[in-house]
């Protein structure tokens, strides 16, 4: 499906940010029916509760998701952003024992999250996202991520609060990003289990990243073994006999 109400580029360097949404609506296809009419709005995916995938809007094109918002200093998200939809009711009205979307359809209670969205202070009812959905969302995140270099992933909410509420809390949005973005950056690299060796004649092992900590033990001698822990700025944190820092030019990959 194409509903190309707009045929204005990113430009030069953008996207560099993702917007999550949900829709609000039945179900994906009436939602991305709805985005492709007359109304002045629409999103580069819906995701459906199945993960499917719905593309509305080609990546390198504006769509029109965010309306009016700011991040930082920015203003009107969409020219900086991807939109991605999500197909949910979002917030959920209790009757009796029934939790009714504002479109009138009951959801059963194994679909009901109860929860604080981050910018109230009362918990209410939330229509849940399923696995699937989530999951397809992460791989296109990382795709997006690998293709445009985006390095910012926020909900509606974070960029137009007190207007918007989605994604909402059912929506896990800090554990998502963190999992997504936190690849790329070079001081946080999973180090797990990776092994070096030590290239220089004599290596100095310090208290902390940087020359101005004190050495902490005799220098390493070239061909010592060390686990890698940690980076950070260009030094590795090992452990040997003993655990410090090191300067990460003298130590080979193994
Ligand atoms: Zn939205």
């Known amino acids: 499906m194409s509903c190309l109400k707009n045929t204005e580029k990113f430009s030069t360097g953008l996207p560099d940010t993702v917007v999550i949404h949900y829709t609000a609506?039945?179900?994906?296809?009436?939602?991305?029916?709805?985005?492709?009419?007359?109304?002045?709005?629409s999103a580069h995916l819906v995701i459906g509760r199945d993960g499917k995938i719905i593309q509305l809007v080609p990546f390198n094109t504006i769509s029109w998701h965010a309306g009016v918002s700011a991040y930082g200093a920015r203003q009107g998200l969409n020219k900086y952003s991807i939109g991605i939809e999500l197909d949910n009711a979002g917030v959920l009205q209790k009757t009796g024992s029934e939790y009714k979307a504002w479109f009138g359809r009951s959801y059963p209670e194994n679909e009901v999250v109860l929860a604080t969205h981050r910018n109230e202070s009362k918990p209410a009812y939330w229509h849940s996202y399923t696995e699937v959905q989530i999951e397809a969302c992460r791989q296109v995140c990382e795709f997006l991520i690998g293709k445009y270099g985006i390095n910012l992933i926020v909900g509606?909410?974070?960029?137009?609060p007190g207007r918007k509420q989605d994604p909402g809390p059912a929506f896990p949005l800090d554990k998502f990003r963190d999992r997504l973005l936190s690849h790329n950056r070079s001081d946080e690299p999973d180090f797990v289990d990776k092994k070096g060796i030590v290239t220089a004649d004599f290596l100095n092992i310090r208290s902390g990243a940087g020359v101005n900590f004190d050495k902490i033990a005799p220098p390493l001698k070239m061909g010592t073994e060390v686990s890698i822990l940690e980076e950070n700025n260009g030094w590795y944190k090992v452990e040997t006999k003993i655990t410090g820092w090191v300067s990460k030019a003298n130590i080979g990959l193994e």
């Open 156 to 160: 509606h909410e974070e960029i137009a």
């Open 25 to 41: 609506g039945r179900d994906a296809g009436s939602s991305a029916k709805f985005l492709c009419s007359e109304v002045k709005a």
